[in-house]
């Protein structure tokens, strides 16, 4: 203690009486970041105006209540030191425990600004809903191996825009499988098209290579699926109707 | 450039690669899409994409000058020249020569006939729909709803945008700008949903409508006089089955194409025939095109504030006016006429039924609903008053055999009628439940259903019913 009459400042170091070696740092109120305010006592209500004679029995007479004055508050002090002897009191040494810090925009991070004239009142208005990716589904879980070795990450992305890029990249392999799928399976529909276009140079090249494409997937076998489901449509189509309608 | 073609498939796959690769880029990107939109419409014609450049054009302008304009009889004036014109060139396109016809028919009928040159015009694919957007663009803007455009990019951009452009849903500007101004996005609950609103559509389209069309519809409808009852009654819910599987699976993949570039277009369909009164079918059936008429046909006219006889005849107009929109014909006329009639009765029944009267049951509603709605669809599928009466007339005839429907075409009208009773938003419940597998996996999935599909289907396919209108 360097002098008695200093208020304690938050840097003080305070030597125990009992424990020489030991240094505390007292807690100590720090100042407010405002300014000291000070309260002026509100000026009394005007009075009310004249009751018209003849009125007075219609009306009650007006209330004598008034406010009490309120008393000024007084201005901000820094507190006094405490007057029970450092000594006296009891204070733990060891440092505290570390606080884990956070950010609290982790927790609620804002939310991106939405035009206001998205926001209708009937959340059905759109075909296709604002969904997000949700939890992980029992069927996720069950092929996120698989998922995994052609790129696909199941977990939730830290931000809208990396979700989003996986989004899209989910999107663009479902859509790349699939016509590779249909161009395999279903190499017959590319062949009927191309044969319909008029007759270029390019349309002749693309009416060849679909051609022999059809043609050596269907030695392979690959044709075999679609040819049994049209078959078995057409069967389905020509039942309880005798001969009409059968495939030909 | 028909949806479920080869040729489409590669024309969305190059835009879909090159609109995501400028994704960064938004207004390059709204650049391509408005050019791919172009050879989208000019593939039918090319000479008819100037029209649409116009069209936005003079939209874009009238609605900027009226946001400029602060005196109020100029924006009136405004408004009315935009809504004369959009009308007018509608009209030419459309109703020329139907009106050019009557006036012949109406000297003739007075004994001065005059030879009066008729156009023999092609109607523009999309026109109708593409001058209602139009419309209600710069009236909302006119009333304040939506601000203007920012760029002239952004109107040709709505009124363009293939997946809308030839039979809509008719998506208003303040659903489609606000997404303009940013940068699309696609989540895998999005993306999983327009995949399989595509395929949805395509089994309805190329399977259910195809097969009921060239089986069944078009053979009844061709000669109604020479097939019985039966035949009749399964061509009529045969074409309402045909006529919804075709109409919402336009506007499926039209939702599920825009939305995997990023963009979400309105509910067009809820399961119409599931509706237990007319007002309720039409809350259901092309929801766009009744809102619209709502919002800028029934409410301008005084909509139901009048007393019930204004209301009444507000009804008529809308529905009398919304029958011309689908062709220039009588029959189409007529069609909305029925519809306006049984809906101001409708209006008529809740005012005027006495209170100590049971309500209906709900099946009785939906039963009655249904059957106004396919009485509707003679008129309209019929090409003119003395088919419709033949066709009406051929259900008195039960001597004669069914020789046309047949127990696969009975269940597939079954399936279409059926598919109206599944639980509500069912696709929505099958993309949660398929938005999270591995993309090979979902991939492989979806390449099955589209083989089945395409080894449904018959050869060749016609174009959606309301490319015509």
Redesign the interface.
């Known amino acids: 203690m360097t002098d008695d009459k200093r208020p304690i400042a938050p840097d003080d170091k305070i030597a125990i009486e009992d424990s020489p070696g030991a240094v505390v740092t007292p807690k100590v109120e720090e100042p407010l970041p405002f300014p000291e305010q000070t309260f002026e006592p509100a000026a009394p209500p005007p009075a009310p105006p004249p009751i018209p004679s003849g009125l007075e029995s219609a009306n009650p007479p007006p209330s004598t209540w008034q406010p009490a004055p309120l008393e000024p508050r007084p201005p901000w002090r820094p507190p006094e030191p405490s007057p029970t002897p450092v000594s006296a009191q009891t204070f733990d040494a060891s440092p505290p425990p570390p606080v884990e810090t956070f950010d609290a925009r982790d927790l609620h991070p804002p939310a991106p600004p939405s ?4 926001e209708r009142v009937d959340p ?11 939890a ?2 029992v ?2 879980r069950s ?2 191996w ?3 070795i ?1 790129g ?1 990450q ?1 977990e939730l992305a830290e931000s ?1 825009a990396a ?2 890029e ?3 990249g ?10 590779l ?2 161009l395999v ?2 190499a017959k ?2 062949q009927s ?1 191309a044969s319909t276009l008029p007759p270029q140079w390019g349309t002749e090249t693309l009416r060849l290579v679909a051609g022999e494409w059809a043609d050596r997937l269907q030695d392979a076998g690959f044709d075999e ?3 049994r ?2 078959t078995a ?1 057409e069967k ?6 005798g001969t ?2 059968a495939p030909q | 450039m028909l949806f479920p ?3 489409f ?1 590669f024309f969305f ?1 190059i835009v ?1 690669v090159a609109a ?1 690769s400028l ?1 960064r880029q938004n207004a390059n990107r709204k650049f391509f899409l408005v050019l791919a939109s172009w050879v989208f419409y000019g593939w039918w014609d090319w000479r008819f994409v100037g029209l649409l450049i116009g069209s936005a054009l003079f939209n874009w302008w009238i609605a900027r000058t009226i946001a400029r304009t602060e005196r109020r009889s100029t924006r009136k004036w405004l408004i009315a020249l935009d809504v004369v014109l959009n009308l007018g060139v509608l009209a030419f396109f459309k109703y020329y020569d139907f009106f050019t016809a009557q006036l012949i028919e109406g000297l003739r009928f007075f004994h001065w006939e005059r030879d009066v040159p008729l156009l023999q015009m092609i109607l523009p694919v999309g026109i109708s729909f593409f001058t209602f957007q139009a419309i209600s663009y710069v009236v909302d803007v006119h009333r304040g709803k ?1 601000p203007p455009a920012k760029s002239l990019l952004d109107v040709m951009l709505m009124m363009s945008f293939f997946p809308h452009l030839v039979a809509g849903p008719i998506v208003r500007a ?2 489609l ?3 303009f ?2 940068t699309p ?7 999983t ?3 399989l ?1 595509i395929a949805w559509g395509l089994f309805k389209k190329t399977v259910i409508a195809s097969e009921l069309a060239t089986g069944l519809v078009d053979k009844v409808f061709f000669d109604p006089a020479s097939h019985g009852a039966v035949d009749l009654l399964a061509g009529v819910y045969g074409y309402a089955v045909q006529i919804y599987c075709d109409f919402s699976a336009y ?1 499926d993949i039209a ?1 599920g194409l825009a ?2 570039l990023g963009y ?5 369909f809820d399961q119409p025939y599931r509706s237990t009164s007319l007002q309720e079918f039409w809350r259901r059936w092309h929801i766009s095109l009744s809102t619209w008429l709502r919002d800028y046909l029934y409410i301008p006219l005084g909509g139901g504030r009048g007393g019930l006889f204004s209301t009444c005849r507000n009804i008529m107009i809308t529905m009398l006016l919304g029958g011309l929109w689908h062709g220039a014909s009588w029959t189409f006329v007529a069609w909305g006429g029925l519809h306006g009639g049984v809906l101001s009765i409708e209006r008529l029944w809740r005012q005027f039924k006495p209170a100590h009267w049971p309500k209906w049951p709900a099946i009785v509603g939906l039963i009655i609903t249904f059957h106004v709605v396919c009485l509707s669809w003679i008129l309209f599928r019929s090409e003119s008053f003395d088919m419709a009466l033949a066709y009406l007339k051929g259900f008195g005839n039960w001597s004669t055999p069914a020789m046309e429907v ?3 075409l009975w269940l597939l009208i079954g399936l279409g009628l059926g598919m109206h009773f599944l639980p509500p938003r069912a696709v ?1 419940r099958v ?14 999935g ?2 099955v259903v ?3 599909v ?3 289907r018959p050869e060749g396919i016609a174009p959606f019913i309301y490319y015509q209108f």
């Open positions: 035009p206001p004239a998205l059905d208005h759109f075909a296709i809903a604002e969904t997000d990716d949700g992980d589904t069927l996720d092929f996120a698989f998922g995994r052609v696909d199941t809208a979700r989003a996986r989004a899209l989910w999107t663009s392999r479902v859509i790349l499988f699939s016509v799928l249909m399976f279903n529909s590319l098209w699926p679609r040819r489901a049209h449509y389905s189509k020509a039942m309880g109707q009409r309608g | 073609t080869m040729i498939l796959l879909y995501w994704e939506v303040s659903d700008l606000p997404q101004a940013q996005k696609l989540n895998r609950g999005m993306a949903h327009a995949l609103l506007t939702i939305a995997l979400r277009f309105p509910r067009n047949t127990p696969f929505e993309t949660q439940m398929f938005r999270n597998l591995p993309s090979p996996v979902f991939a492989c979806l390449a589209l083989l089945l395409d080894a449904m």
